[in-house]
């Protein structure tokens, strides 16, 4: 059996800076606070939503949601952002995309403060992320990868690296902290040939197809470390990730499950950014 | 003898075009102009200067020189760059770089108005270059690399392609080009192990290591197209890349020279960005 990489250690760690962090700043009388902001009743904005709110509350982060309906107009959506971006009692912003079709994405999205932007969605911070600036905030499922790699002391310095999905969300960020940390990075997407070739000639896969079970024995093995980015549920109305997990799990050195995995410590780092950003306050 | 990919034949065809846009542009009334900004004397920026003067000159774009001496205070410099920005008249800007070191850079450049960034230096641009989306102007030279291709017929798609190199000018952005592109892209770097291993699975080599002669035989063989982005000036006072030119020009399948390859495409580009710009202007 693999080594399991689980969110549950990771955030035991991260958790308790993240209180003590928020502790802290009340003391000085800033208290962190995350506001968020979902358009419609989407059924995976509304699981993670609790799940934030739940992590708030037990670890002494304020929140405010803001729920707008789908079929809202654009002004009033900008007319949150703007009044969010004003507050000074909120540091950290977080909008549930994709927002529904109507609406000007790009135009809402970077009207966000990249100093509130505390899941990585705005222009100013994926230019940060490409740019190896502190900007703004990485894309919270990205920094969670190398949250993970850094609890367990799995460092990416010289390892050939494979992340398989070049999304904006998560392949490509991801590529790009794993660079900055001296790996040597290969991305792959829908047309890498030879997919399995490439990948077995990493050490570290994080694998952000976003296509449940994309990846099993054929592509993962002995000696490397998987991220498994994928949450999906299956026919049988399980969660499971991008990776055939059965197939692997006695074979690579070291895996995170799904669920319990890379997802899992999200929500963490999402509540971290939040206190990073109230800190700034501080001058 | 492997194939050369020759900087005077991607720039017949593409002044051709720049010549014929600015034509057509000056019909409408709009007069397409650069404007290059250099702080001091230094001589690489004067001999760039020099050649996308003369490229001005014969192609029909209009351009202005501010110059400014290298004790220059911050406020001038960006006084100037205000006063492009609002220039209707100017509609593409040159900025050498790096500055003098009692400037701060990142505000200079994010100075910038985007639409006017036609070597791709702010931080709008690079976030565009990054997320694949058109915020403002790739950098030269990496665009450089892909007109060399699409010249020559080079398709990228599928192609396992390794960048030799991470910089913001050129690393990173041709990176992110070639992937955008459908290439399978691998960065390596100063920190990367075991490099000609790296560098041999791969049929396209972009070189940008910025180190004269990094990268020989034992890296560049059979089948390779190699772009060598390196200009240096070696002991005997010629000009040389960062590829050793005559150890593999016989083996790889195609390679650019220096200098007659990447680096005399770039100055085109700038003027094709430039001309770019000013058809926006056409609404």
């Known amino acids: 059996m693999s080594e399991l ?43 993670y939503e609790r799940g934030a709110v739940k992590r708030c509350e037990s670890l002494g982060v304020e929140y405010e949601k803001v729920l707008l309906p789908a079929d809202a107009s654009q002004e009033e959506v900008l007319d949150v952002i703007e009044r969010l971006n004003k507050d000074d009692s909120v540091h950290g912003v977080l909008l549930f995309r994709p927002l529904p079709k109507q609406f000007d994405e790009s ?57 398989i999905g070049r999304s904006l969300v998560i392949g490509r960020p991801v590529a790009m902290l794993l660079m900055q940390r001296n790996a040597t990075v290969t991305i792959c997407h829908t047309k890498t040939k030879d997919l399995p070739s490439v990948v077995r000639e990493a050490e570290l896969v994080v694998v952000a ?15 490397q470390t998987v991220l498994d ?32 995995g890379v997802g899992g410590v999200t929500t963490s780092v999402l509540l971290e950014h939040v206190v990073e950003a109230a800190k700034k306050r501080l001058g």
Chains 1, 2 share one sequence.
Not at 209 to 219: D, L, N, R
């Open 5 to 47: 990489l689980l969110a549950k250690e990771v955030n035991a760690a991260l958790n308790e800076k993240i209180k003590k962090d928020a502790e802290e700043l009340r003391s000085k009388g800033i208290s962190p606070k995350l506001a968020i902001v979902r358009l419609g009743e989407r059924e995976d904005d509304i699981s």
């Open 209 to 223: 197809a976003g296509k449940a079970g994309i990846a099993g024995s054929e592509c993962l093995g002995e000696g």
């Open 107 to 163: 135009l809402i999205v970077n009207t966000l403060a990249p100093e509130k932007d505390v899941d990585g969605i705005t222009d100013i911070s994926l230019a940060g992320v490409f740019a190896g600036k502190a900007l703004g905030f990485a894309p919270c499922t990205a920094d969670a990868c190398l949250r993970i790699l850094d609890h367990y002391g799995i460092d990416p310095a010289g390892k050939r690296c494979t992340v």
């Open 229 to 260: 980015v994928g949450i999906h549920v299956n026919e049988e109305g399980k969660l499971c990730g991008d990776v055939r997990f059965d197939e692997v799990k006695d074979s690579v050195a070291a895996i995170t499950p799904v669920p319990g």
